[in-house]
């Protein structure tokens, strides 16, 4: 019979009381060598259990005693291996796999799904990154546009970026390397996605009635009595400045930034473009009742002009990007031609924008524009319309508006892209 078993009988009130005293005796006395040693900080080996009283010649009922305590002792040394390695298992692979992606839910994540499209021949996805930088970028960086983001995700709020150009209008590919991390966007070519510096227009603060034309705005130099000299021209100078400056250009393809003589609503500015054949511009829109007011705020004239088909939520933001008139009643629409399409595509690349905080700080920080408000913008235009002071283009110098022809524009502005 083994102690195990003689243990039991004894829990159990069945042994005689010779039997039942030499159990309670070797408790006792193991008992108190066990306490004795813990005192001492002395707990020996398991393996060690027994060795000595069996040299001693102790008793056949203490050597199985032992033998149980020995095994006894080892199972819990082992049960205690085994938690502590999966403790510590466990701790390695929640700071190797969970951490990282725990610590990304505080930062902005250029890689999340925006949305996902399911069509007959298949689905696509977006990532967050693509679709917010498509709407910043026509709002806010003619020229500029991009809508395609590669995301690489190292973890902890950290991302490394490829922003790829699709489509070009001056026939290069520029892409764009970058990395975010913890809600910084840094870009190792900054120049590509640059955005107008100051008010590319001519419409600021010495022009600021939208009622009138820059012409009835646009005065000499006046001296006061001080000798004083107050200038109204805008940023190109005066219409024969522009026009000394466009003949000075060399040849060559230039991005432009024109001033309209006058404010147009959206039709009005388009039967302006198609007569002129200008074809895909970035025009300049008015969102405050001065056009001064947050400067260099616009939209493409072709959706977009971008190359990969992106998605989101059409009914939360409808007309956002090209995609959503591809082929309406079996057309391919891809100019924006009603004043009430530009409308409801302007106040849906703002609303989007507004509900992007994260993303929106973090561009103002790096490339210096869009941190105003949204909302007041979207205002506005819902009550007045789209309202047209300047567009941008690429063109050849001798296709370039003439000052003369009620068109004014920032000569030292343009960047030459050829």
């Given at each position: 019979m083994t102690f195990r078993e003689l243990l039991n009988l004894y829990k159990a009130g069945s042994l005689d009381e010779a039997r039942r005293r030499e159990v309670e005796e070797a408790i006792d006395r193991e008992d108190a060598i066990l306490g004795y040693l813990?005192?001492?900080?002395?707990?020996?080996e398991p393996e060690s259990f027994g060795t000595e009283i069996e040299r001693e010649g102790a008793d056949p009922m203490e050597q199985r005693f032992q033998r149980e305590l020995s095994r006894g002792i080892r199972r819990a040394f082992v049960?205690?291996?085994?938690?502590?390695?999966?403790?510590?298992?466990?701790?390695?692979?929640?700071?190797?796999f969970v951490l990282p992606h725990a610590a990304d839910l505080f930062y902005y994540d250029p890689g999340e799904i925006a949305a996902v499209h399911e069509g007959e021949n298949g689905?696509?996805?977006?990532?967050?990154?693509?679709?917010?930088?498509?709407?910043y970028s026509e709002l806010f960086l003619p020229g500029g546009y991009r809508e395609n983001v590669n995301v690489f995700d190292r973890g902890y709020g950290t991302y490394d970026l490829i922003i790829i150009q699709n489509?070009?209008?001056?026939?290069?590919?520029?892409?764009?390397?970058?990395?975010?991390?913890?809600?910084?966007?840094?870009l190792y070519d900054r120049n590509t996605l640059k955005a107008p510096v100051g008010n590319a227009f001519e419409w600021g603060l010495n022009h600021p009635d939208p009622a009138l034309s820059l012409s009835e705005q646009v005065r000499p130099p006046e001296t006061d009595e001080n000798g004083v000299t107050y200038w109204s021209a805008g940023m190109a100078g005066y219409p024969e400045d522009a026009r000394q400056r466009l003949a000075e250009l060399p040849e060559g393809r230039y991005r432009g930034f024109v001033s309209l003589d006058r404010v147009m609503d959206y039709d009005a500015f388009a039967a302006f473009a198609e007569s002129r054949g200008l074809g895909s511009v970035w025009c300049a829109v008015q969102v405050s009742e001065n056009p001064s007011y947050a400067?260099?705020?616009?939209?493409?004239?072709?959706?977009?002009?971008?190359?990969?088909?992106?998605?989101?939520?059409?009914?939360?933001y409808p007309q956002l990007k090209r995609d959503a008139f591809a082929g309406r009643?079996?057309?391919?629409?891809?100019?924006?031609?009603?004043a009430e399409d530009a409308k409801t595509h302007l106040i849906s690349?703002?609303?989007?924008?507004?509900?992007?905080?994260?993303?929106?700080?973090?561009?103002?920080?790096?490339?210096?524009?869009?941190?105003?408000?949204?909302?007041?913008?979207?205002?506005?235009?819902?009550?007045?319309?789209?309202?047209?002071?300047?567009?941008?283009?690429?063109?050849?110098?001798e296709t370039l508006p003439d000052p003369r022809a009620g068109v004014l524009r920032r000569a030292e502005e343009m960047i030459r892209t050829e």
């Open positions: 813990a005192e001492q900080d002395a707990l020996p049960r205690l291996g085994i938690c502590v390695g999966a403790v510590l298992l466990a701790a390695l692979l929640l700071v190797q689905g696509y996805k977006t990532n967050r990154m693509s679709l917010d930088l498509a709407v489509v070009t209008t001056t026939g290069r590919f520029t892409d764009v390397a970058g990395r975010i991390d913890k809600n910084r966007l840094i400067s260099n705020v616009g939209f493409s004239t072709d959706w977009g002009s971008g190359g990969n088909l992106l998605c989101w939520d059409q009914e939360k009643n079996g057309e391919d629409q891809w100019t924006i031609r009603s690349l703002l609303r989007y924008l507004g509900d992007q905080p994260r993303f929106r700080a973090m561009m103002a920080e790096c490339l210096g524009v869009g941190a105003a408000e949204t909302e007041p913008m979207v205002e506005w235009v819902q009550a007045h319309g789209v309202q047209v002071y300047g567009f941008s283009l690429i063109a050849d110098k």
